[in-house]
């Protein structure tokens, strides 16, 4: 492909979108940073704004709901639904009318993402739509915004044929990224590349420092990133080593997928505030509610800060006429946001401390797995302490015995505008390792995600030092174990190593292993494992057992439809292989060449067929 | 849209005045009444006989107090009987309309002040002064230049992003719109 005038970086968030991007044909200095596109979206019935973010929620419309024409968009028809700022404003307080989250949906294995299901809980009058269909729908808005201001007319800039750069976050297995790539390509978006949040976090600071990055951090050390978004909590490790006189940056590990992030923390305050005015005799509607969660964000940031205050003030105006004489005025108190929201989701915790397992408190929604301790430190513990193994034998020229040490931290997501919480983070850190950690200074929170997309991109043109990843977890097919059956007991799963970590883009391997016989004309399924602390197999390797440390995805299928043959058994071996977008493709070859099928996720079910060789 | 920035501009005034006034009524109704004799170029008496404006106007006079009663909730607050209420209640729910409607404003219009030096600094009105942006008062004899006291140093709007008013507005303009919630089965 000939190289695209721009270079574009988007965002998927759980609660917010960003697009950023660099225009070739203008002149950048060092350090420049992506421009943010401004995206078009309605804001509220019949009002049309630009704004930095699309929130990441899209609203379906009762029939004659909203006056005609109040949710046309500059660029098309009025459509049956709406993204953006007034799908989260105005569907707030029509729940089951709203689609939110969809980026957890996509990446929750329990339910079929090509199944209509959201919003979920919600009415059959509701026409839902799916995990996947969601995702695609923002993507799709992006592209029409950006086609409506830049692409007018004129192929050459249509957002289809710029260089694309489209994140997820770094605890994606492989299916929810499949599901993220079949998004994009519903929204006409296939010419695209994957880029891990936090790294792209981690770019756009690289691209701010791209001058002195090499002053501000050194050889051996250990840079963590977490990112806590509106939905999310994400944590990668990258190493800076040193390779012939230079310094390289390595993604040594990601962690697992947590759903937690800022929006729990405020909805956490507002139901601690609601509680308090429930017990006064005072309750509040949906509309109000809204409100409440609204006040408490102001309230908490005021108050953390502002360390003298004991308390700030919330106030819900009126719902009627009467705005004044109807006005709800409480506090939101110092001890509240200390209990719920810093002690609630940032406790001092030990090293070796490993998250709760019971349900955590009552602002969950049913359907998503939401993490069940609300305590990122303790998570964070968790994640180190999984690493360390590894880690061990990873790092230093001589596979000697190292520590891991995080030596520099960059936060990211909005949650980290509040210094309080960032030195929580730090606290913990330095009491686990006995020193200080450096701070690498985020100065765009909420933008440097889709900026460091853009950034990569740039990278991607050799502008700039690119951190080296590969597969971010050990990938295994379970392979059933032959022996006496005993009744009652399954047969044994043993994990073969199908992808090690570390295998890098575009590159792809035979498993060496023995053969396997599969029958023609039938379905065979494979069960399919990952883990991301399991850093030290082989491809082809084979674990004696089924341990803790490997977490199960969506079983893989292969439909081996062979022409010509009735039935009997086909002599097969796996093949492994990593696209270039980053995404894992597992074959099963036959003798000979012809004989070639992908394995499939078995959860789509409605396209369900071989893949011809 | 000149005269929506202008009403909207007045409002927001007004919410000053009456937080000034600590909600005495009486005040606000003479900075309402002066409000529209500055709109309307007419003297305060068009209060009693208001010259009916035509439609057009009417959305494009309505449309920015919607807005505003909708990001803030300011013509519920207007238009409420607050004699009663407690100051403390009044207090909260000023703060809070006030808050609103001031990041609205700020969000939607670059304003700055006509003269940028401070209130109550001596100042030389040249000859050639703009009377659409300066009042004089007090003794002023011949032409200028004038020595005087700048009282008040004005707000001009230097750019503006709000909304253009949608079609369904344009049909029925309005101030607020009802709302019903309907109780889950």
């Known amino acids: 492909m000939e190289k695209s005038r721009f270079m574009v970086g988007i965002d998927l968030g759980t609660t917010n979108c960003g697009l950023a991007y660099f225009d070739s044909q203008e002149s950048s200095s060092p350090g420049a940073i992506a421009k943010d596109f401004e995206i078009e979206q309605i804001v509220q019935p019949g009002v049309c704004e630009k704004r930095k973010l699309l929130p990441s929620f899209i609203y379906l419309p009762g029939k004659g709901e909203l006056p005609q024409g109040a949710l046309k968009l500059p660029w098309g028809a009025e459509k049956q639904f709406s993204p953006g700022e007034f799908a989260k404003t105005h569907g707030s307080t029509v729940p089951s009318r709203l689609v939110s989250s969809a980026k957890s949906w996509l990446c929750n294995s329990g339910v079929n993402r090509h199944d209509s299901l959201l919003p979920w809980k919600s009415k059959d009058d509701v026409k839902k739509i799916s995990p996947v269909e969601a995702g695609a729908l923002l993507l799709k808005h992006l592209a029409d915004a950006w086609n409506h201001h830049w692409g007018k007319g004129k192929e050459e800039t249509r957002l289809e044929n710029q260089e694309i750069i489209l994140t997820l976050p770094a605890s994606f297995d492989t299916e929810a990224r499949e599901l993220t790539l079949l998004a994009a390509k519903e929204a006409g978006l296939s010419n695209l590349h994957l880029l891990e949040e936090p790294q792209a976090a981690f770019y756009s600071w690289l691209g701010r420092h791209s001058e002195d990055w090499r002053e501000i951090v050194h050889e051996g050390d250990v840079i963590l990133v977490i990112d806590v978004g509106g939905g999310t909590t994400d944590f990668s490790l990258i190493g800076v080593e040193g390779e012939k006189g230079s310094l390289v940056l390595n993604r040594l590990a990601v962690g697992q997928h947590i759903l937690l992030g800022g929006d729990n923390m405020d909805l956490a305050l507002a139901h601690e505030v609601s509680k308090k005015l429930g017990a006064a005799g005072t309750r509040l509607d949906l509309v109000q509610m809204f409100q409440l969660v609204h006040a408490c964000r102001t309230a908490k940031e005021t108050l953390l800060s502002q360390p003298d205050l004991p308390g700030a003030p919330v106030t819900i105006l009126g719902r009627g006429a009467k705005v004044i004489s109807s006005t709800i005025k409480t506090t939101l108190d110092r001890v509240a946001v200390e209990a719920v929201l810093v002690n609630g989701f940032f406790p001092p915790c030990n090293k070796d401390t490993a998250p709760q397992e019971q349900t955590g408190a009552g602002f969950q929604e049913i359907g998503l797995p939401f993490a069940a301790d609300p305590g990122i430190t303790r998570h964070l513990a968790n994640f180190l302490n999984q690493q360390e193994e590894s880690f061990q034998e990873k790092v230093g020229d001589k596979k000697e015995k190292k520590k891991l040490r995080v030596t520099s931290v960059l936060f990211n997501g909005g949650v980290f505008k509040s210094t309080l919480l960032q030195k929580r983070i730090l606290e913990a850190l330095a009491g686990w390792q006995g020193r200080e950690i450096q701070v690498l200074e985020n100065l765009d929170l909420d933008l440097a995600v889709a900026r460091g997309a853009a950034e990569f991109a740039n990278v991607r043109r050799g502008k700039g030092v690119r951190i080296r990843g590969g597969a971010p977890r050990t990938y295994y097919v379970g392979i059933e174990s032959t022996g006496p059956a005993i009744p009652g007991f399954p047969r044994p799963i043993k994990p073969l190593c199908v992808v090690p970590f570390g295998m890098e883009e575009g590159t792809e391997a035979d498993v060496p292993c023995q053969e396997f016989g599969l029958l023609v004309n039938a379905t065979a399924r494979f069960r399919f494992f990952s883990s991301n602390s399991r850093k030290n197999d082989t491809l082809g390797a084979i674990l004696d057992e089924l341990g803790d440390d490997l977490h199960e995805i969506t079983p893989l299928e292969l439909n081996l439809e062979s022409q010509g043959k009735s039935s009997g058994l086909v002599p097969v071996f796996l093949h492994t292989k990593i696209n270039d977008v980053g995404v894992l493709e597992l074959w099963c070859h036959g003798k000979t060449a012809k004989q070639k099928w992908k394995l499939e996720f078995t959860i789509r079910e409605a396209k369900k067929k071989p893949v011809p060789g | ?185």
């Not at chain 2, 009417?58 to 013509?75: D, I, T, V, Y």
């Not at chain 2, 007090?138 to 709007?157: D, M, R």
């Open chain 2, 1 to 185: 849209m000149a005269l929506y920035i202008v009403s909207a501009l007045a409002l927001f005034k007004m919410v000053l005045l009456l937080i000034l006034s600590k909600g005495n009524l009486p005040l606000v109704g003479k900075a309402i009444g002066l409000f529209f004799s500055t709109v309307t170029g007419k003297t305060a008496t068009c209060e009693t006989a208001p010259t009916p404006v035509k439609q057009d106007h009417h959305a494009s006079f309505l449309w920015p107090l919607f807005l505003l009663q909708r990001e803030a909730r300011l013509m519920d607050f207007l238009l409420e009987d607050i004699s009663g209420a407690p100051d403390e209640l009044v207090g909260a729910g000023v703060r809070e309309i006030h808050q609103k409607a001031k990041s609205f404003i700020r969000e939607k219009m670059q304003i700055t002040p006509i003269f940028s030096q401070e209130q109550g600094d001596p100042i030389t009105v040249e000859t050639g002064f703009n009377p659409s942006e300066v009042v004089l008062t007090g003794h002023f004899e011949g032409s200028p230049p004038f020595q005087g006291i700048l009282c008040h140093h004005g707000w001009k709007v230097k750019a503006d992003t709000i909304p253009a008013i949608p079609d369904w507005f344009n049909k029925a303009p309005l101030l607020a719109q009802a709302q019903i919630e309907i109780p889950q089965k």
